[in-house]
């Protein structure tokens, strides 16, 4: 079959011109159409229940809220691993799924289950957008240089949202910063005790004083006409002037008892920008399956559109991250490495094969493969990335286009100066090497097969470089069978003669000196070489090893942890002072900050966590070029240096996008963490401390941070049921005085237009400033008193916890840390075996040691299992071949001894460590070797 597709193409050469061009045409035109990404998207199908009970403190929404939710979540299918963390007013239950999950599926799965979950009154569950943790692509600011930061919220929640919202592709704008607007009714406990106006009594006159009515329709002359009663509240006039009770006649309006006014909700976060200390910000995810540069394309025009014909004139959108930035200097780079590598393959040809001619008909098959695969990634809607281009190699794609054109130069100047058919002797040539060159071509797309197998992060990183490989050698091999012969039949068709270079005749001559004495002492040959394998694998002890090698994303995302217990206020005032530590560095461009979580609670985290974007300035930027911080790790090490003077404060450094990943993929804010799991929190808390002791005498190990739940003040109010009975009263009056009257209820929502805000109840801020005022606060009894609550109830301050967090129905405390100057392997697993022999576990309690360390442990076990696998099919390929299994053997066995040396001493020369990627080096270095072997 392959002779006759050699020998068709040789009869039909202008027809296999111009299929060549138009297949080339064809891929130039599918490249313009591939998307192109920096990176793909390493998470897995994810779905996050949020769940907002405010004023509840973690305790209580872990034992109401998450527990009930995570009980209905258990046994859905493909449910990899199920995680919750429950704070203060907020439940987040997130489920990670296999890889090859439909994420529409798990999620209409989740949507079934999550109605039955037995939740109070009063919460909703509800399912996040559907994105993944790498589908932050854009971040934007609101500015304007007369408006205030809770306006700009306002127009940022009602405009900007929901036009990009509308945007094909995306799946939710989160927005950050600035203050969310309220109509606010405080009141004043004494004048409702002069009224007798009990805190329910309002809530139930401003609910059911705020609504419109219809009644129907009348006929009238011919027309018919609607019935409305516009009952709805406008504005705080029509809020103060609601009438709560008539006494002796006179009315008693809310205005006599509170203060109405537009104010806004408790600050659960804060954004920070440059300069600016109060900012407003919109984070833009994507959609899962979305491409990203076409989804920023859209994002594009819509913001030029807002600025231009939607937003006031003095109002603009201005975008601080756009991935497109990366996206464009990864295309840049790809291009480069590309254009690099084929005039560097076309320079060594024409040295090698001392004819320019050869060496160009040769270098065809680089174009044409890319090309190819470039069809073959469009047709497959495989988006590129800088990994699956860059990494394509050369060499191998011109190897059996070196040996086609190569055998039918020397062919035909063997027969320089004589008259032959130059068809036929293409013909012969091409016989003589087109089944090696096949089979070849099948050794080293079989060496590939590994990367298809592995699952996880790794899986989704390589495959796309797998595909792109396989497509391109798929397009040479295509080439080196029908254009090449048909090049040669055109362009040497006269003066083939063999050069002659004295270099390579030496070379020649002293091959076969030595091969003749390696064939002459061929017992002596194979013991040296054993022996020099045996050597290399001494140095396998030396070589560290990893999960991957990290992608430089452009940016740092330097997260600050300070004390869990800290207020927004204190948070609020180091958010500057770092920002403009960040700033002073020449090298960073855009400096922001997270403080907190937003409204929606999609990111559930406290005021202790502030997290820092800095974009870097492009690295040929010549501030790199001068100065002592020539590179990102100096860079890191001298704003730790800056740092190092805030006390207590943890900083660790890490990507936008990784880190969103590495929270996903471990539950906690790091990619490295080791777990306790246990019931008791305090018993949780004491071992944490003592596994931070040993991981801190392990080199290595840095940023070690405890994630300490407990220790979290918490005011207490324990009913006295004895007393409260005996004046009438249930536990019910204490809970609505709790949850109305200090923490603040929304007992409606006034209208404007298409927008709406919450309407709020509460005391005003002096009646529950402190504990004293706390207990002051008066309670109706059923005999018309109005006693102080310290009455019925004891008030007290104790510790609880600040958050809990969970993980395959248990709760568990997170060690967070680092691996600096060390590969991953070697630190973690020293920290592993000292943390478990120093610091035995009560019985129940285990660790868990996961982020990137299981993530190594688990592709190491796939290889495991695949390389042999793999090892396996190249021999059957090696018989398909050769019919026998002598040859073979002797491939593998020359191949196994001889291909591993070279590999690990570059590894142990450079200091690289051994991942995921240089295994499947080996194992594509492999497929070279073994393809090499049969050529030759």
């Given amino acids: 079959m392959i002779e006759r597709l050699v020998s068709f193409a040789l009869s039909q050469r202008f027809l296999i011109v111009i299929a060549s061009l138009m297949v080339m045409a064809w891929g130039a035109i599918s490249f313009r159409k591939l998307p192109v990404d920096a990176y793909p998207d390493l998470s ?18 872990e034992r109401l809220v998450t527990i009930p939710i995570e009980i209905e979540m258990n046994g859905i299918p493909r449910l990899d691993s199920l995680r919750s963390i429950s704070l203060y007013g907020l439940s987040s239950v997130q489920m990670n799924f296999d890889f090859a999950a439909d994420p529409y599926f798990v999620r209409e799965q989740a949507f079934e289950r999550v109605s039955s979950a037995a939740v109070p009154s009063g919460v909703t569950p509800s399912l996040s957008p559907l994105f993944s943790p790498s589908g932050l692509i854009y971040r934007y600011v609101l500015q304007s240089p007369d408006r205030t930061p809770q306006e700009l919220k306002t127009i940022d929640d009602w405009v900007v949202n929901r036009k990009f919202r509308a945007v094909s592709g995306v799946a939710d704008d989160s927005g950050l910063g600035g203050a969310t607007m309220q109509y606010q009714v405080l009141l004043d406990p004494n004048k409702l005790f002069s009224y007798g106006i009990t805190v329910p009594q309002v809530v139930q006159q401003l609910s059911g004083n705020n609504a419109n009515a219809g009644g129907g329709f009348i006929s009238q002359g011919g027309q018919f006409y609607y019935i409305r009663g516009l009952g709805l509240v406008r504005d705080t006039k029509d809020i103060g002037n609601i009438v709560l009770a008539v006494h002796n006649g006179i009315p008693v309006y809310v205005r006599d008892v509170a203060e109405v006014r537009i104010g806004h909700a408790v600050r659960l976060g804060q954004f920070g920008f440059m300069r600016q200390d109060e900012a407003v910000e919109g984070v833009i995810l994507m959609r899962v399956g979305e491409q990203a540069q076409v989804v920023l394309d859209r994002l594009e025009k819509v913001t030029d559109d807002l600025n231009r014909n939607v937003l006031p004139p003095d109002v603009k959108v201005h975008a601080y991250y756009d991935r497109h930035d990366l996206i464009d200097e990864t295309t840049r780079t790809v291009e480069r490495n590309l254009l690099r590598g084929m005039l560097l393959v076309l320079v060594i040809l024409g040295i090698m094969l001392l004819n320019l001619r050869s060496a160009l008909i040769v270098a065809a098959a680089i174009p044409f493969a890319l090309l190819f695969s470039f069809i073959c990634l469009d047709w497959r809607h495989i988006p590129a990335n800088l990994l699956s281009i860059g990494a394509i190699d050369f060499g191998i794609i011109v190897d059996g286009a070196v040996v086609m054109v190569e055998n039918i130069f020397r062919e035909m100047a063997r027969r320089h100066g004589q008259d032959y058919s130059v068809t036929e002797v293409i013909r012969m040539a091409a016989k003589d090497v087109e ?115 990290h992608l430089d994303e452009g940016a740092l995302w330097v997260r600050a942890t300070t004390p869990y217990t800290i207020s927004f206020d204190e948070a609020a005032k180091l958010s500057p002072q770092i920002r403009n530590i960040l700033l002073s560095f020449p090298q960073t461009g855009v400096v922001a900050n997270e403080l907190g979580r937003p409204d929606d609670g999609t990111d559930p985290t406290g005021f202790f966590n502030n997290e820092f974007f800095v974009s870097l300035k492009p690295y040929d930027h010549p501030v790199w070029k001068t100065g002592s911080i020539r590179n990102k790790q100096e860079l890191i090490k001298a704003i730790q240096q800056k740092l190092a003077s805030f006390p207590g404060i943890i900083f660790n450094y890490t990507q936008p996008a990784e880190d969103a990943v590495d929270e996903a993929e471990t539950g906690l804010k790091s990619s490295l963490a ?114 102080p609550l310290s009455q019925f109830a004891d008030v007290s301050v104790e510790n609880g916890a600040s958050f809990i967090y969970r993980e395959a129905n248990s709760r568990y405390i997170g060690i967070q840390f680092s691996v600096e100057g060390r590969d991953l392997a070697g630190a973690v697993g ?81 200091g690289a460590n051994f991942s995921v990627s240089s295994m499947l080096g080996f194992v594509a270095l492999m497929g070279v070797a073994v393809q090499t072997s049969v050529i030759l």
């Fill in 674 to 787: 080791v777990k306790i799991f246990g019931t008791d929190l305090a018993t949780l808390d004491s071992k944490a401390r003592q596994v931070k002791d040993h991981l801190s005498q392990v080199r290595g190990i840095t940023g070690i941070t405890v994630v300490r739940e407990l220790g979290q003040p918490s005011l207490i109010i324990h009913p006295d049921r004895d007393k409260i009975a005996r004046y009438g009263l249930n536990v019910g009056d204490i809970n609505t005085l709790i949850e109305t009257a200090i923490g603040g209820t929304a007992a409606t929502q006034v209208i404007q237009g298409e927008r709406q805000f919450d309407l709020q109840v509460r005391m005003q801020e002096p009646f529950r400033k402190d504990i004293d005022s706390i207990k002051n606060l008066l309670i109706a009894t059923s005999d018309g008193n109005h006693l």
């Fill in 435 to 549: 089944r090696p060159i096949f089979y070849a071509i099948a050794v080293i797309i079989a060496g590939y097969i590994p990367i298809y197998v592995l699952a996880g992060p790794s899986g989704r990183l390589f495959q796309p470089m797998a595909d792109t490989m396989s497509f391109a050698l798929l397009g040479s091999l295509l080439c080196t069978l029908t254009l090449l012969p048909v090049l040669c039949a055109y362009f040497l068709r006269r003066g083939v003669r063999e050069p002659r270079a004295r270099l390579f005749s030496w070379i020649q001559s002293m091959y076969g000196a030595v091969l003749g004495l390696c064939l002459r002492f061929r017992a002596l040959t194979v013991a040296v070489c054993l022996a020099i394998f045996g050597a290399s694998l001494l140095l396998i002890p030396l070589i560290g090893g990893e999960f991957m090698p």
């Fill in 830 to 910: 020293e920290a592993r075996r000292k943390v478990e022999q120093g610091v035995p576990l009560p019985m129940g309690y285990r660790y868990d040691w996961g982020g990137e360390y299981k993530d190594y442990l688990a592709s190491r076990e796939q290889m495991n299992v695949i390389l042999p696998l793999t090892v396996l099919l190249i021999l059957l390929i090696l018989f398909a071949l050769y019919g026998n299994l002598k040859f073979p053997l002797i491939i593998f066995f020359s191949v196994l001894v001889t291909e591993p040396v070279g590999g690990l001493l570059a590894l142990w020369i450079t």
């Fill in 44 to 61: 897995p199908p994810h779905v996050e229940i949020i769940s907002q009970w405010p004023g509840h403190a973690a305790e209580e929404v």
